[in-house]
């Protein structure tokens, strides 16, 4: 089993930043991918970034220059740092971590961006 908590979610102007983090805990040697995703109100769940124990990273295209990923391994935790936000990107942001054959999840944190 895998525990994933968030936090660094808030409310944030147009052109602001912030960063989220995701603690992981449990049986974490059996993690092979962690990222972000995010759902906006009466939105589908998509993807926002994930990156290997070793630095690979992979990015929504549309998000791409805004946001970085980033993680430390001896914490266990990953970070988005989220700069120039737009109204738009208002979600639940939710942490994702993955073993083989089995996904994990936290429960999310609120970023709502004001214009």
């Known amino acids: 089993q895998v525990q994933l908590v968030e936090s660094g979610g808030g409310l944030v102007q147009a052109g602001g930043s912030l960063r989220l983090s995701c603690a992981a805990s449990?049986?974490?040697?059996?993690?092979?991918?962690m990222g972000w995703y995010r759902q906006a109100p009466g939105k589908q769940r998509e993807l926002v970034a994930t990156?290997?124990?070793?630095?690979?990273?992979r990015y929504a295209d549309s998000l791409k220059g805004r946001f970085t990923i980033s993680r430390d391994n001896a914490k266990n935790t990953v970070y988005l740092q989220m700069n120039s936000l737009k109204p738009e990107d208002t979600a639940v942001y939710y942490c994702?971590?993955?073993?083989?054959?089995?996904?994990?999840w936290g429960k999310g944190t609120l970023v709502t961006v004001s214009s």
């Open positions: 994702y971590a993955a073993e083989i054959g089995r996904g994990y």
């Open positions: 990156i290997t124990p070793g630095g690979t990273t």
């Open positions: 449990g049986s974490i040697f059996s993690i092979y991918i």
